[in-house]
């Protein structure tokens, strides 16, 4: 709807944003895949010619990639869980009338402005150190042993840390989600009969359900990429190297560049199966 | 009509959410509390809560070591130009798919949300191969750009979806008007989308500040910003509890302080428009 | 000047046809109505006029010379928009004077011409606010001032009074038709409302499907109408239709008369029906009358205060002059 001048203007104003987002993608893609192809150490000889698909079955093929896989799993699974469940209740909590509703959101809220580099070395070093942190404290007054923490229990430690940062995102869209749905259908429930479980199974949650699938999809595509809190806690031992981490091992640390990128392709296949998803779900939105 | 509430239901809401809240809130309070202490203090078993010595020697301390202020300073320039040119550049895209949108319209915004899924370490050494290429390694300019791009995507939907709540009439006016197409942006759209623009700002200022993988990986002494010096105590003779809560306290306190500002639209920017 | 002619004129979206080639004439100092239901084209025609779309083919001339090309601001032309399209952030003088602005003209004049509109629309107090402190109908008066100060060739309204509620409506028509007899200016005004059409326009072009279906004043529209869609689209109460023996009996597909062209009587008349419901007005009263063998009920009107009521038979007499007769096209027999 509109004129042939305005659509050629349109289009000359989008040709920024689109040729700089095209060059940020279809560079680095492109050599990402080059290096793949290549047997490729910048510091032990530089580029050694071309191996076809072996980086991609030898990173397949690595002890260290399906441990790496299921650490992935694990923390990403984990951590959704957490931030889901609790994000529910603390939206259901938020929305009923209470002093200091706008505090306690500020509260709930103040995890995900924290950096992550803050965030992960306050709960290695003040909250989780076995000598010094606060949990050692808290374990010896009820007389038990400190817990190692990030040794013993290492990727719950990340679990938790991880979940403390994504928490506030969740339960800022539920909250959001929840404060959408029309209070009158709930009083027409409560009028028809239907128990507080009920009403929270038959109405609540089919309404939150969008927004559950939203906050799912989001995170695990962050997820999938958390660095700084392993950088900073572990460095990726005590088997809590995800797929991220091993890549960014295989490519920076032992400089094995082929390699790295064949895990790269991987990792950017895997975020984009979870995209898809996520927008199959905003562009329906968009039409509406 | 609101609900009638009992106070006695309304209390137990309120004990349980203050306390919840303040449980998750605990690691920053605790930072922040221990910044003020002594080294002794602040691993003193039992811990202190309030009754200690308030100081504020390790501000000065961690300030006169490690130069905070270049940190923090490089912080303001990255998070802040990136955000800027990230605006620049969108502004007029938005324009476009918001109100001559085409058939092609919804697969290009989407298109660019999915470059903002492209998962950074799939790219490391590629970016990091043209940075050592262009001599942008370490520097301010080169992480203001990469920064610009990861945040691109999410500028062009937010603005876009906040353009969508404008009356493409109102532009037509200006139109109609005598208006060219540049006074059309700059004194009729622009001015009635401050309040969107405002927040995309903000949103994009807070994501660029806590970015900390780019950061991290491309910067060392000279451009890093707080994010990196961060993880400088990291290194096991950076371990003082008190000084480390300080620098701490000095890198989120500003992000705390704008993110309270900007929690609707920190919604309406990470779901893309999805919830509202 | 404000002479516009529509040679051609086409409009397709796509694969779809909203307008299909259409002429039409518009005499300078006319108010033109563009009338039809929703979706007949009839906006569409006039954001072609305005040059807020391309035509796909045929031209647009305005005083004589080639519009089609010309964009939107340098046609000579004022629009109106129904959601009033004003700039929320700019005060009501900054609203009127900003195409005085965006044309560059000196301060005294701009100032010299906003006072003047200002005057003209009683809107002097309200100057320094912005449109989110006026009514409805201040704000009607703000974007017609906005396109009065630009002193254009034509004025176009876009369904200017559909966002009022229906008192201020027919004062803003009173206001409007003021307007035109002041400014002798050409107007084009589209709307889906036949009364605005009848009371306001000097000319109706009536569409449907982006066809014209006729063109001509109010009063021919209503005393000759060319087809049935026009027929049933102009006056109020729409005009009855009956089909099958009436109609045969007349030679004609159907044959329509208009509820006010019908003589009610209690006791005899040509046909005989039931009432059904009926309104009462006050000035007039309209009955419902079921007719045996017709689906419709048949619309007639009465004198304000008449005896019958609800279930009582009622003969109709219609007059026998003012009966139109259709043939299986639409078309109407003459």
């Known amino acids: 709807m509109a004129t042939e001048h305005s659509r050629s203007a349109a289009r000359l104003m989008m040709a920024p944003a689109v040729f700089l987002l095209l060059v940020w993608m279809l560079v680095p893609l492109t050599m990402t895949l080059y290096f793949s192809l290549k047997r490729y150490l910048p510091l032990r000889g530089g580029d050694l010619g071309w191996v076809g698909l072996d980086n991609y079955v030898r990173f397949v093929t690595s002890s260290s990639f399906w441990p790496s896989v299921q650490t992935t799993l694990i923390i990403v699974g984990g951590v959704l869980l957490i931030t889901v469940v609790l994000g529910v209740f603390l939206a259901l909590l938020l929305d009923q009338p209470m002093w200091g509703q706008g505090i306690v959101r500020i509260l709930v809220i103040a995890p995900f402005f924290v950096m992550p580099t803050v965030s992960a070395l306050v709960w290695k070093n003040m909250l989780m150190d076995p000598v010094n942190g606060l949990f050692a404290h808290l374990w010896k007054f009820f007389g038990l042993a400190p817990v190692e923490w990030l040794s013993q229990a290492p990727i719950f430690s990340i679990v938790l840390i991880v979940s403390w940062q994504w928490l506030p995102f969740a339960t800022l869209i539920l909250l959001t989600a929840m404060q959408s749905l029309d209070s009158e259908q709930l009083e027409a429930a409560e009028m028809d009969g239907a128990s507080p479980f009920a009403r929270f199974g038959h109405i609540v949650l089919p309404h939150l359900g969008q927004a559950i699938t939203i906050v799912i999809l989001i995170q695990t595509i962050f997820l999938l990429s958390i660095f700084a809190e392993i950088f900073v806690t572990t460095q990726g031992s005590f088997g809590t190297r995800t797929l991220t981490y091993l890549i960014f091992q295989r ?3 032992s400089q094995n560049v082929g390699l790295g990128s064949a895990g790269g392709v991987y990792a950017i296949i895997l975020a984009n199966i979870v995209a898809l998803f996520l927008m199959r779900i905003v562009g329906k939105n968009l039409d509406a | 009509m609101a609900r009638a509430v009992t106070n006695q239901r309304k209390t137990v809401n309120t004990v349980v959410a203050w ?54 300073w490089n912080s303001v320039v990255i998070a802040g130009c990136s955000t800027l040119v990230g605006i620049v550049v969108a502004i007029p895209a938005a324009w476009s798919m918001a109100f001559v949108p085409s058939r092609r319209t919804k ?21 990091y191969l043209i940075f050592i290429e262009l001599g942008l390694l370490d520097t301010r300019v080169g992480l203001v750009i990469v920064m610009m791009l ?127 | 000047m404000g002479r516009i002619v529509l040679d051609k004129v086409e409009k397709n979206f796509g694969e779809v046809t909203v307008i299909p080639p259409l002429d039409l004439e518009i005499e300078d100092g006319e108010f033109v109505v563009f009338v039809g239901p929703s979706g007949c084209g009839k906006s569409t025609l006039l954001r072609l006029i305005a040059g807020l779309e391309d035509v796909t083919g045929g031209a647009i001339r305005i005083d004589g010379e080639d519009a089609t090309a010309v964009p939107p601001a340098k046609r000579g032309l004022a629009m109106v928009f129904q959601s009033y399209a004003l700039y929320p952030h700019m005060t009501v003088r900054k609203n009127i004077s900003f195409p005085l602005r965006m044309a560059k003209l000196d301060k005294a004049e701009q100032d010299r011409r906003v006072e003047q509109a200002a005057a003209v629309l009683n809107l002097t107090e309200y100057l320094d606010r912005r449109p989110g402190q006026l009514s409805g109908g201040q704000r009607q008066r703000v974007a017609i001032g906005r396109a009065i100060v630009r002193e254009p060739g034509a004025f176009l309204f876009d369904e200017p009074l559909s966002n009022l509620d229906a008192a201020l409506r027919v004062g803003m028509r009173l206001e409007i038709s003021e307007l035109h007899e002041r400014l002798k200016t050409t107007m084009i005004y589209v709307t889906h409302d036949q009364v605005e059409a009848m009371t306001m326009a000097d000319k109706i072009v009536v569409l449907q499907a982006g066809r014209i279906e ?83 009920p048949i619309t007639v009107r009465s004198g304000g205060e008449v005896a019958m009521h609800h279930g009582d038979t009622i003969y109709l007499t219609p007059d026998a002059e003012r009966i139109y007769r259709f043939d299986d096209k639409g078309l109407r027999i003459v």
């Open chain 2, 19 to 72: 306390a919840i809240g303040l449980l998750i809130f605990f690691p920053v309070l605790w930072t922040v509390l221990t910044s003020f202490k002594t080294e002794a203090e602040a691993i003193a078993d039992p811990p202190l809560f309030f009754f200690f010595n308030w100081t504020l020697e390790n501000y000065s301390v961690v300030q006169e070591r490690s130069d905070y202020m270049r940190y923090l």
């Open chain 2, 150 to 276: 990861i945040n691109l995507p999410i500028i062009v939907w937010m603005l876009y979806t906040y353009f969508r709540e404008i009356p493409g009439e109102i532009l037509e006016a200006a139109r109609m008007d005598g208006a060219p197409l540049r006074n059309e942006i700059v004194y009729v759209l622009t001015p009635m989308a401050v309040p969107g623009i405002a927040s995309t700002v903000l949103l994009n200022f807070i994501l660029a500040w806590n970015e900390a993988f780019w950061t991290l990986n491309l910067t060392a002494a000279k451009a890093g910003p707080l994010t990196a010096f961060i993880a400088s105590y990291s290194s096991p003779e950076g371990l003082f509890y008190a000084k480390l809560s300080a620098a701490s306290t000095m890198a989120i306190a500003p992000i705390l302080i704008l993110g309270w500002f900007s929690q609707k639209q920190l919604v309406r920017g990470l779901t893309f428009g999805a919830v509202k």
């Open chain 2, 107 to 127: 697969d290009v915004l989407l298109w660019m949300l999915s470059t903002k899924m492209l998962p950074a370490v799939g790219v490391l050494y590629p970016i």
């Open chain 1, 251 to 253: 490519v920076l640390e």
């Open chain 3, 214 to 296: 006729q063109v001509g004043s109010p009063l021919e529209l209503y005393r000759a109408p060319r087809n049935r869609f026009v027929a049933g689209f102009i006056g109020s109460p729409k005009m009855n239709f009956l089909e099958g023996p009436e109609a045969a009996k007349r030679d004609a597909q159907t044959i329509g008369v208009r509820p006010e062209h019908i003589a009610p009587s209690p006791s005899e008349g040509m046909w005989k029906g039931r009432i059904g419901v009926s309104e009462h007005l006050g000035s007039d009263t309209f009955f419902h009358v079921h007719m045996e063998g017709y689906a419709n």
